[in-house]
């Protein structure tokens, strides 16, 4: 079995590609960094480590790597694959259908009637539909109707913490012993084969905002009032009580809304945030706080991680007073380094505090969350000069 998986970073490496690998397949990476396409090309293998206490090594065999500029190569990766997976970040996405597009036209042209099954492996609601409405706009309607019986995009959530790290060897990676990769069952085609290691559901929307409104809500909370506290590292930041306990604050929150959407027991959902919780406090991570909150202006859209439960949670009757001071903490993250960041200070300075939320969060001025930004961005303001 051959898997194509765009993307040789961390995460690629580190999680998609050693799940794959332990499943038994072949990888191929699919990657625009010269340097790393060449030594997964030489070595065709990688070490994988755990951060824990043992430390466990895992050597991933079996892989190689090709020149994700090189679209005729990519094409033929595709072509012979019998699956494709991404972790390239859901914006990237766009940029590499070109390649998957051509590679299920060759695969159809040659008459292959071999199902592929495509997966987004991204931090993203839908990101598998989303890849397809870019590779489909590369199609004609005759291989978009062929595509439709042989070729299936299954949308995924995904979750393991692997921060920015740096190594003298370039394809080591440190990874968290968590994982999970939850895949929609009901989206693949009849007869497929599952992927060991993969959890599959008939219905993916519990499972992707719960990992959504917990671990990536949490972590992004974690790094904003880190940042303003001036934590260089998410574990610094949740060893400050003030942090976890706006954390843990801000994840019942998002709790009470999950539990009454879906159905979710209420102790046990209480037990996965504390899980969460001490995930972000491992202290043989040093995942650092600009990583986790870089692209702010992501992070703050209505669909995404914060506006999202907040409006879902407003609707339900309930308050969300601290996701609208996290929303306001991240109004306040300003690394030279992250050009959104950048972009959002450059804002609130042209345009005011007010019309800032509004065209970033899709709140208008008169919204009770809206209002309560505003109040939280105030306070944290006056604070942070006092200091």
Not at 333 to 357: C, M, N, V, W, Y
Not at 364 to 371: E, F, G, T, Y
């Amino acid at each position: 079995m051959r898997a194509v998986h765009f993307g040789a970073g961390n995460i690629g490496r580190g999680f998609i590609g050693l799940l794959l690998s332990q499943a038994g397949y072949e990888v191929v990476f699919v990657d625009v960094n010269d340097a790393v396409v060449a030594e997964l090309q030489r070595r065709k293998e990688y070490v994988v480590t755990f951060a824990s206490d043992a430390g466990e090594k895992i050597r991933v065999g079996g892989v190689t790597a090709v020149d994700g500029k090189d679209l005729a190569l990519v094409a033929a990766a595709v072509a012979e694959a019998d699956l494709v997976t991404t972790a390239v970040g859901v914006n990237i996405l766009k940029h590499i259908a070109e390649g998957i597009a051509r590679g299920i036209e060759r695969r159809l042209e040659n008459g292959s009637a071999s199902p592929l099954h495509v997966i987004a492996c991204e931090n993203a609601i839908g990101g598998s539909t989303q890849l397809k409405h870019h590779v489909y706009e590369r199609l004609n309607a005759e291989l978009r109707g062929k595509a439709d019986q042989h070729v299936a995009f299954p949308d995924a959530a995904v979750d393991r913490i692997v921060p920015l790290q740096h190594h003298e060897d370039p394809l080591a990676v440190t990874v968290e012993p968590y994982c999970e990769w939850v895949v929609d069952r009901s989206m693949m085609l009849p007869g497929a084969k599952e992927i060991q290691g993969v959890h599959y559901v008939d219905r993916l929307e519990p499972y992707i905002e719960r990992k959504l409104f917990t671990v990536n809500t949490g972590h992004c909370c974690a790094a904003y009032f880190g940042y303003i506290q001036g934590c260089a590292t998410i574990q610094e930041s949740m060893a400050d009580d003030r942090i976890a306990q706006r954390v843990r604050a801000t994840l019942q929150e998002t709790g009470a809304l999950l539990t009454a959407k879906y159905g979710f027991d209420p102790a046990d959902h209480e037990r996965y945030i504390g899980k969460i919780l001490e995930r972000f406090r491992n202290p043989h991570l040093a995942d650092e706080v600009e990583r986790v909150g870089r692209s702010p202006i992501r992070k703050l859209s209505p669909d995404d991680r914060l506006v999202r439960p907040a409006l879902q949670l407003h609707e339900q009757g309930g308050n969300p007073e601290h996701l609208a001071e996290a929303m306001a903490a991240a109004l306040m993250f300003d690394p030279e380094s992250d050009p959104e960041a950048q972009e959002l200070q450059k804002s609130l300075h042209s345009e005011g505090l007010e019309r800032t939320i509004t065209a970033y969060t899709s709140l208008s001025a008169d919204h009770p969350i809206h209002r309560r930004i505003v109040h939280h961005y105030e306070r944290l303001r006056e604070h942070a000069a006092q200091q």
